[in-house]
């Protein structure tokens, strides 16, 4: 089995977000950058499946040579080889052609992206593969079996969850359920060392045009400081929630 | 021309977030002097919509969208959208929707634009603002393509009333077998519990409640509020509550009326993920625990002693107000 593996590159879960250049551009000043969560569920999935059943794991991310540190990680964890488009992952529809290309061409049976990126929260990416190549598709994606060419999966659904069956080629929208936080793997002294070693390819983008463009952004306006009531006074606390905020 | 909203049912009744895309679609329609068309997969009496500004109604009855599929949903939008020559198509963001939004919009050559919190800055060019990096900020983005799919975030858009009526007409989608290379097994479902999703309330712990066995308080308070329970990721890597309850950046996102963090000291990625909730209150015995900086009102105090007594005040409160 084929697996290709999404990587979006992200700044870390603590990051202070700040924006530069009119408030067009995220200020990448100081940031650390990491594997998008969801993505790293899906690909200690995947290196779960080159374990048990043999698969051949590939990560692969558009960007720029600044990313390739996080590709590296990957393959510290355990990948077997990585591929980076070289481009500016302008929008979700732009990076999903360049991916569907890739997918195409290396044949891969199995395709893990998280379910959303941290930094632009699209939640596009997946599905829009899976639209533009016509292979099955389940998102939320939160356990995964397969034998042969047939999968098994369980998808989160609102106030539950849902099994389904497929077949390969499979898109998945990954997330925690894949594996748990507890399964995840920190880079070991010798995976960081044959990292070193493994491919990592650089293809140029396949013509495509972006759909959308992130114009501006905007900080939330700073809050009024908290109302402290105190414990021996809850009354009041019901009755600024009742007439106040009028939510209860 | 009309604006497309797909209007999400569950067992023939409407979720309230088809009221809610009714009523943003009319504001945009109005605007720019269009009508609403709904669509509506299996749903039972479709006149409830009219009173949130929908003017048109294609009905489908469908044996074989009894479970929801995207792939199948998103081609019966899709074709709902080229009959009506819908240039903006809205869903909401129910994991559904989420799921068979991208779909749409490859199908329908659009650009998409997920958490969307407000009406369009402008429609032409056609701008919105959503939420981006985890709710620690807003993106303004522009739609360049003819057609638009936008998916509304969570309780971001109230309901409006108007006096309309929608025309219902039955609508007959071509779905194919290929549409079903993903087929449902079984559905797991909570029944009666409150869902995150669905929640005006969350009611939420964290470590500071020292144990599982601490929950039923929290339990009966979300009981009392109606609300759903959720934890903070600690909570849920211990194993105390399961997962499906974790909010926060890596778990499900909240944007609730009225969030009530108990014992939760507020980690930057619990806040991120809970920050759009419109009302955050907060209860902790440490006074300069983080959560207190982005909460509404606080009480500093012991969750064992503040819990009991809150449940005790509130259900004095509702026995009076019912």
Redesign the interface.
């Known amino acids: 089995m084929k697996i290709l593996v999404c990587i979006s590159h992200v700044?870390d879960?603590?990051s202070k977000?700040n924006?530069t250049n009119g408030d067009s551009e995220f200020d990448t000043n100081g940031v650390q950058y990491v594997i998008n969560?969801?993505d790293e569920f899906g690909l200690t999935r995947a290196i779960w499946f080159q374990e048990q059943q043999g698969a051949n794991v590939t990560v692969v991310n558009v960007g720029g040579p600044d990313t390739e540190p996080t590709l590296r990680k990957a393959l510290a964890i355990g990948a077997n080889e990585a591929i980076r488009i070289n481009a500016n992952p302008t929008?979700?529809?732009f990076v999903?052609k360049q991916l569907a290309e890739v997918i195409k061409t290396g044949g891969y049976d199995l395709v893990i992206a998280g379910k959303e990126s941290?930094?632009?929260?699209?939640?596009?990416?997946?599905?829009?593969i899976?639209?533009?190549l016509?292979s099955?598709?389940?998102?939320?994606c939160i356990d995964l079996k397969v034998d042969g060419t047939n999968a098994?999966a369980v998808?989160?659904?609102?106030?539950?969850?849902?099994?389904?069956?497929?077949?390969l080629p499979l898109i998945v929208?990954g997330q925690?359920?894949l594996v748990?936080?507890?399964d995840l793997r920190i880079p070991n002294m010798r995976g960081i060392m044959t990292a070193r070693t493994k491919a990592l390819q650089v293809l140029e983008p396949v013509g495509a045009d972006?759909?959308?463009?992130?114009?501006?952004?905007?900080?939330?306006a700073p809050?009024s400081a908290?109302?402290?009531?105190?414990?021996d006074n809850?009354?009041e606390?019901?009755s600024?929630?009742?007439n106040e905020?009028k939510?209860? | 021309m009309s604006i497309l909203i797909y209007a999400e049912s569950a067992e023939g009744k409407f979720k309230k977030v088809a009221f809610e895309l009714a009523s943003y679609a009319k504001k945009i329609a109005e605007s720019t002097g269009t009508t609403v068309t709904a669509l509506t997969i299996n749903a039972g009496d479709v006149s409830e919509l009219g009173k949130y500004g929908v003017d048109k109604v294609l009905k489908v009855n469908n044996d074989k969208l009894a479970n929801f599929t995207a792939k199948a949903y998103a081609d019966a939008i899709k074709q709902a959208a080229e009959k009506e020559g819908a240039k903006i198509v809205i869903l909401s963001s129910t994991t559904d929707s989420l799921y068979t939004a991208p779909l749409v919009a490859v199908s329908l050559n659009a650009g998409y634009a997920s958490n969307v919190v407000a009406l369009p800055l402008s429609t032409s060019p056609f701008q919105v603002k959503r939420n981006a990096f985890s709710n620690k900020a807003f993106n303004i983005t522009q739609i360049d393509t003819d057609v638009k799919v936008l998916a509304i975030g969570k309780n971001s858009f109230g309901l409006v009333e108007s006096n309309g009526a929608a025309a219902a007409e039955d609508f007959a989608p071509s779905i194919s077998d290929a549409d079903f290379g993903v087929k449902v097994q079984s559905v797991e479902k909570g029944s009666g519990k409150v869902t995150i999703a669905d929640a005006d309330v969350v009611v939420s712990g964290g470590r500071g409640l020292k144990g599982p066995e601490n929950w039923g308080m929290i339990e009966e308070l979300a009981a009392v509020l109606g609300a759903a329970t959720a934890c903070s990721k600690p909570v849920s890597d211990l194993g105390w509550r399961p997962h499906s309850e974790h909010v926060g950046q890596t778990g499900k996102p909240v944007a609730t009326n009225l969030y009530i963090a108990i014992g939760i000291s507020g980690a930057i990625q619990h806040i991120a993920g809970v920050n759009s909730s419109k009302v955050k209150v907060a209860i902790n015995s440490d006074p300069e625990a983080p959560f207190f900086k982005v909460a509404d009102y606080g009480v500093v105090g012991d969750a064992f002693q503040v819990v009991p007594a809150l449940i005790e005040k509130l259900k004095a409160f509702k026995a009076q107000n019912s």
Not at chain 1, 136 to 140: A, L, M, T
Not at chain 1, 155 to 167: A, H, L, N, P, Y
């Open positions: 700044p879960t603590t977000i924006f969560p969801n929008d979700g529809l999903a941290l930094d632009y929260n699209g939640g596009m990416v997946p599905g829009m899976a639209g533009i016509g099955n598709f389940v998102n939320s098994t998808r989160e659904i609102d106030g539950g969850k849902e099994t389904v069956t497929t077949t929208g925690k359920g748990e936080e507890k972006a759909a959308t463009k992130a114009v501006k952004f905007e900080k939330p809050k908290v109302k402290l009531v105190s414990p809850l009354d606390l019901i600024l929630l009742h905020a939510v209860i």
